[in-house]
């Protein structure tokens, strides 16, 4: 008789354990993943009988929406597919479900949001990867997952089957040459670790196609630090951007991330009117034609120069460098 309560127990707690399936399986981000960019949040939907759901991040509550009706469902089936924009640091999303006016179950999801890369997240939240056996399971039904070199790189919109989900990341005032005429598989493949991952990082990747930056480089007496890393990344975006150079921030911003201490210092010299040389706000005087404002980059070359702070002209006398704008 034990034996066979035994058994009773253990096939109930196994039959409870396969139908408490989750209300919610988070496709993209995972739970407590981090993320380098906003972008989509998508999860399926395992309760039949929903209407409609309504989702709060970081306390602001959303509109709720109608994902039980006939025209919702034949388009998106069980999936709900939303732009994330994230705050950064984390997010914290609920995820309520209704059945008509009476709510039937929450999910939760954190999210580590870091502009530009994960490095800075915290240890428990791990790099998102969506190219996940897992989660293409859910997606191969309306979408490619396994594409072939020439699907990669096809330059027709509804042929390349990366652009139909990651067509935002072109949406941007400047777009890197390949991204810009979807040539995903020149830096992706589809055997990858993780799947459809670069197969180069940095300047090994980069100089396969500048190699012009390359030799440049070599030439020069004193190279950046995140140059002579070969970390373009750091400073470039390899899809695109708004910033000219797709840069990941403006030109000033992007330069005080690093050398930070020079924000609340007079720079280079005190003029008549008790500032320091200006760094924004004034025309470039040898960019006139191009209409460019004053930046770190009208007096510094910032991948490197033959002498100390690469200034563009590679003059030992900085006085010559401040005649090319001051001739009188």
Not at 252 to 260: A, M
Request: aromatic share 6%; with cysteine.
């Amino acid at each position: 008789m034990l034996k066979r309560a035994m058994l009773v127990i253990s096939l109930l707690v196994l039959v409870g354990a396969t139908s408490s399936r989750a209300a919610i399986d988070f496709i993209y981000p995972s739970p407590n993943s981090s993320v380098p960019s906003s972008g989509h949040l998508i999860f399926k939907l395992n309760q039949v009988d929903v209407s409609s759901l309504r989702i709060t991040l970081n306390g602001v509550a959303g509109d709720p929406v109608n994902v039980g009706s006939p025209e919702y469902r034949k388009l998106f089936q069980d999936f709900f597919i939303a732009q994330a924009l994230w705050d950064p640091g984390v997010n914290r999303i609920i995820v309520d479900l209704f059945k008509g006016a009476q709510k039937i179950e929450s999910a939760n999801l954190n999210v580590f949001f870091t502009e530009g890369g994960t490095k800075n997240a915290p240890p428990e939240y791990t790099p998102v990867v969506m190219h996940k056996p897992e989660s293409e399971r859910l997606c191969q039904s309306c979408h490619v997952m396994n594409p072939t070199p020439a699907q990669m790189n096809s330059s027709i919109e509804k042929e390349n089957p990366c652009y139909i989900c990651h067509k935002k990341i072109m949406s941007v005032k400047y777009v890197h040459g390949p991204a810009g005429t979807y040539s995903c598989g020149y830096c992706h493949t589809s055997k990858g670790n993780p799947k459809h991952a670069v197969v180069k990082r940095g300047a090994e990747l980069c100089y396969e196609c500048h190699s012009d930056m390359a030799l440049q480089i070599k030439k020069r007496k004193f190279v950046h630090g995140p140059i002579e890393a070969g970390m373009c990344e750091s400073c470039h975006d390899a899809h695109g951007s708004p910033n000219e150079s797709q840069l990941i921030k403006p030109i000033n911003e992007l330069c005080l991330s690093c050398h930070g201490h020079l924000r609340n210092q007079t720079h280079v010299v005190r003029t008549t009117t008790g500032t320091g040389h200006p760094l924004s706000g004034k025309p470039d005087p040898l960019r006139k034609a191009s209409g460019r404002q004053m930046s770190c980059v009208s007096c510094h070359n910032p991948h490197g120069g033959d002498v100390r702070y690469f200034f563009i002209n590679n003059p030992e006398d900085r006085m010559l460098l401040c005649q090319m704008c001051h001739n009188k």
